[in-house]
């Protein structure tokens, strides 16, 4: 039995070390499991039960066992001083003190000795213990001789059995035995906790084990069967007389709650129940005591439990001797609470400085600042904490990149910023999750820091703080060991988290301003996108229909066209011929412009070879003259002739995009002359070719509307209006890009930019 | 119709004898007749007699292959002009403005159809040819020509009011000596026309 037990509770004991409470269910089981009385006992209890028993049977049981009949008679002996002192057998006993005397007497000594047995096996002495067994069993005889003797006094004489009254004081707090006996550690722990925390054992025991001591010990008389009234004593005692229920025997609950404020307040306690003197009065006065009365047993009660602990086989010693062993151990809990109260205050200064430091470095944070702004408050607060007079921080944004390293002075200034791969055997700041604040030395850092910034001195003890948030490591805090009377290093971990917060909302911050700004740009781009495709549906429509136009219209036009032309040679009036000659050339450049049209629309076809751009300006300039009939200079303004003499581009249709530009130069109102200007952007090896007028420029609409087909700003009727539009679909074509403006001086200014027109396939000149 | 100026014209002879095939190649009839015999020269004797008759496309072959100059078939300074059009109007232009130009013979097809039944016959110098036909396209036509080892020489010019690059170079690809687009002015036609015969 015993073997089961130490291995049941030490499956309670893994329970509770598991979780702070212990599941009721598992200490009631352990508690059933608890060995049960001896089989004398259950007998004496099984007779006693029913109203018919024989008196002849019981006494006759006890007599069987010749110790518990002397123990039996020894107890029966005390309680009757005086007049039964030749109470020498138990039947003389039945006789002389009644049936329910010794039965309670049997019970007790039965109980005592149970319990006692299973103690003594269960425990090692030496260890200290809070829970003292001895200071038990005195408490819960001196509570059964003062719960007798007030069951003893005329005005409770007739309602209360004495030797029940004795039984019940007894056994009041068995529950605590109980689970002294069940579960020491736990035990222990709780007296630990009530202690420190000044509350009462049930309250401790409710925390820590999860179960009371009157729960535990109404349990366990359930389990052993012990009469109803003195269960309810077990379960009920302590509480006042008016919130007791309507019980036959709530007299003895009382007067057994009033014999423990009484031991409590003048006797030593196994431990604090919580239950103080000023129980003692209000219960006097439901019970009809009188205070004269109640003292007179206090005193009497010294006396009366050494001989009761006696009768039950358990040495009491001199009350002096107790009483230096009481103050002894009351010094001892007083050093404990000193010391406790000592680390708490000491944790509490501790704590008072996080917290003071935490509101320092909030009403220095700003909400919405950037990461560096963040970084340096982070710094400056490691340095007033620490007493140092810079400090560093390695700031990885995420894992994967590079690190920074960055020094801070502790006014803010930021003496270094380096932006560095990780050192040798590292990776990513999240390795150092698992450290705490580590020496740089131990972790072969110093060395590596120091050459990522010179001109910040790092001693040789400096610490490496990672800065956690969740479970991510963003930063880590390199700073010197806590100056004396600065913070500790567990308090700066503390603090850790404060500053980590801070760097990631930081970090969001600009990640969310970074998003802002990158969904900005997409809209943008999306609309720009939504411009080029409703650009590109008009184009798709305008080739349709001068698809279907061009094979309708072009054959009628030949025939006006044809017979014009031969019509024109049967004329002999020169100035009727050159009717039938317009007639001609305007079906002709009305059949142009459909062409065009459809040219603009439908796919072009690049086929780009080795180009000199000097020449394709001079195809392109001649052809321009001839085509508007301009005869204005021209000036080109180009880097060298070597620099554009191998450009990769469709020639012929490059030529013709430039002669359009030059064209609709020529053409502007007012102007005098027109260049063309040639670049190369060293930056990004970009071509600009710009045609620049000084003429009068155009008006906004006209700029709007430039590269639109049939779009003109000159006089109505003059050109199609088809030159800037075709000239926009061979630069777009040629992955480039053309714009329009008025120049800041005079005139407008078309600008070309292409990015691809080196040849891939040769080697690249320098200008 | 083109003009004969008095001259024996063998431009249009189909069937020659050997007499005629004799004088064409100027050699004596024997030759050519020993040749007929030893199937060089190939040919067909008219049935129920013994003569030998030569085909016009046999004797040009012959000529060819024993480097025999045979301009005198073509001797005829006169273009034959096949023009392919849907356009009833546009046909009548050009019959207007070529046909009375005496330096060249005109006919006319209105279908991809008409027109391969033409070249067979007439064996046009060069066709001018509209690439959109209700049947079948330009391209298919100028491919047909140039299949047809008797119209190795004609030139084809097509004619169009929607080509686009691509096509030309497909066209030209099939066959197509040349592109001119419609409205075209008529001295440009001729002169294009003229360019690609060598008048």
């Given amino acids: ?767 | 119709m083109g003009k004969n100026n008095g001259q024996k014209s063998w431009a249009e002879k189909q069937v020659f004898t050997t007499g005629e095939a004799a004088e064409v190649c100027k050699v004596s009839q024997q030759t050519i007749i020993r040749c007929f015999d030893s199937g060089r020269l190939q040919g067909f004797r008219v049935p129920g007699s013994r003569f030998r008759r030569i085909p016009r496309n046999e004797l040009i072959r012959f000529m060819r292959a024993n480097e025999i100059p045979s301009d005198v078939l073509e001797a005829s300074d006169i273009k034959r002009v096949l023009i392919v059009d849907d356009d009833p109007e546009i046909i009548e232009l050009l019959q207007d403005a070529i046909g009375k130009d005496e330096r060249f013979e005109v006919k006319t097809a209105s279908t991809g159809y008409d027109a391969g039944l033409l070249t067979e016959s007439f064996k046009p110098h060069i066709v001018l040819l509209d690439y959109m036909l209700p049947d079948i396209n330009g391209n298919v036509v100028c491919e047909r020509i140039r299949a047809n080892h008797a119209l190795a020489d004609a030139r084809i010019i097509i004619v169009s009011g929607v080509v686009n690059q691509n096509e030309i170079d497909e066209l030209t690809r099939r066959g197509a000596d040349d592109f001119i687009k419609k409205p075209f002015r008529i001295d440009q036609l001729i002169e294009r026309m003229t360019n690609l015969l060598n008048v």
């Fill in chain 1, 1 to 767: 039995m015993s073997g089961q037990l130490s291995h049941d509770r030490s499956s309670i004991s893994s329970v509770h070390t598991a979780a702070p409470h212990l599941y009721a269910d598992l200490i009631l089981q352990q508690l059933d499991a608890l060995p049960t009385l001896s089989s004398i006992a259950v007998r004496v209890l099984e007779l006693t039960s029913d109203d018919r028993f024989k008196a002849d049977e019981v006494i006759e049981l006890i007599g069987t066992d010749p110790s518990l009949s002397a123990k039996v008679l020894k107890l029966c002996r005390c309680s009757e001083q005086g007049r039964s002192a030749n109470v020498r057998t138990v039947d003389r006993a039945v006789l002389m003190m009644g049936f329910q005397a010794v039965r309670n007497a049997v019970l007790s000594v039965q109980v005592f000795d149970t319990l006692e047995q299973i103690g003594s096996a269960s425990l090692r002495d030496e260890e200290p213990q809070l829970f003292d067994r001895r200071a038990f069993w005195q408490h819960s005889i001196a509570v059964a001789c003062a719960a007798e003797a007030l069951a003893g006094t005329p005005e409770l004489e007739q309602q209360i059995n004495k030797s029940e009254a004795f039984l019940a004081g007894l056994l009041h707090e068995l529950g605590l035995l109980a689970l002294h006996v069940t579960l020491p550690a736990p035990l222990e722990q709780a007296c630990r906790y009530a202690e420190l925390n000044a509350v009462g054992m049930d309250h401790a025991c409710r925390r820590i084990i999860g179960i009371d001591t009157v729960t535990a010990g109404k349990r366990l008389a359930e389990h052993w069967q012990l009469p109803h009234a003195i269960t309810d004593v077990i379960w009920l005692h302590g509480q006042q007389p008016e919130l007791l229920p309507n019980l036959p025997h709530r007299k003895l609950i009382a007067v057994v709650s009033l014999a423990d404020s009484m031991v409590h307040c003048r006797y030593i306690a196994p431990v604090d129940q919580g239950r103080r003197c000023e129980f003692t009065e209000p219960l006097q006065q439901w019970l009809g005591l009188s205070s004269p009365r109640v003292e007179k047993i206090i005193r009497a009660l010294p006396a009366a439990v050494k001989m009761r602990a006696d009768a039950l086989g358990m040495s009491v010693e001199q009350d002096a001797h107790e009483l230096l062993k009481a103050l002894a151990k009351a010094n001892a809990a007083l050093g404990r609470i000193n010391d406790h109260l000592r680390s708490s205050a000491d944790l509490a200064t501790q704590q008072a400085a996080t917290i003071a430091a935490i509101n320092t470095f909030h009403r220095t944070a700003s909400p919405g600042g950037s990461i560096l702004a963040a970084l340096t408050n982070v710094a400056t607060s490691v340095c007033e904490l620490t007493g140092g007079e810079h400090s560093a921080i390695l700031f990885q944004p995420k894992p994967g990149r590079q690190w920074h390293v960055l020094a801070f002075a502790n006014d803010g200034q930021n003496l270094a910023n380096a932006t560095t791969a990780p050192p040798p055997n590292h990776c990513d700041l999240s390795e150092f999750d698992a450290q705490s604040d580590l020496p740089l030395t131990a972790l072969n850092l110093r060395d590596w820091l120091q050459a990522s910034m010179p001109n910040v001195p790092i001693a040789p003890d400096w610490r490496l703080l990672p800065l956690r948030c969740g479970s991510a490591v963003l930063a880590a805090v390199l700073h010197r060991p806590p100056a004396e009377g600065a913070l500790r290093t567990p308090q700066l971990e503390a603090l850790s988290r404060t500053w980590a917060a801070a760097v990631m909302a930081a970090v969001q911050h600009d990640g969310a301003k970074r998003l802002g700004e990158e969904l900005a740009q997409a809209n943008a781009i999306l609309s720009e996108t939504q411009d080029e495709l409703a650009r590109a549906r008009a184009l798709a429509t305008i080739g349709e229909v001068a698809a279907g136009a061009a094979h309708e219209m072009n054959n009628p036009l030949t025939v006006i066209s044809g017979r014009s032309q031969l019509l024109a040679t049967r004329l002999n009036d020169p100035s009727m011929r050159d009717m039938a000659e317009q007639i001609t050339e305007a079906t002709h450049r009305l059949s142009d412009m459909i062409t065009g049209l459809r040219q603009l629309a439908e796919p072009m076809r690049l086929r780009r070879t080795s180009a000199n751009l000097s020449q394709l300006l001079d195809v392109a300039i001649e052809n321009a003259v001839e085509q508007c009939g301009q005869k204005l200079p021209v000036v080109q303004q180009l880097p060298s002739q070597q620099a554009v003499a191998n450009i990769f581009v469709d020639g012929g249709q490059f030529a013709d995009a430039l002669t359009e530009l030059i064209c609709n130069a020529l053409e502007a109102e007012g102007a005098s002359q027109v260049t063309v200007r040639v670049q190369i952007d060293p930056a990004n090896d970009r071509l600009t070719v710009q045609v620049a007028d000084d003429g009068r420029g155009l008006t906004d609409h006209a700029l709007a509307h430039a590269f639109d087909p049939f779009f003109s700003a000159k006089p109505a009727g003059r050109q199609p209006g088809m030159g800037l539009a075709r000239a926009r679909r061979i630069v777009e074509a040629h992955g480039g890009s053309i714009t329009i403006r008025n120049a800041s001086k005079a005139g407008a200014l078309v600008t070309i930019q292409l990015s691809q027109w080196r040849n891939p396939g040769k080697q690249r000149h320098v200008a």
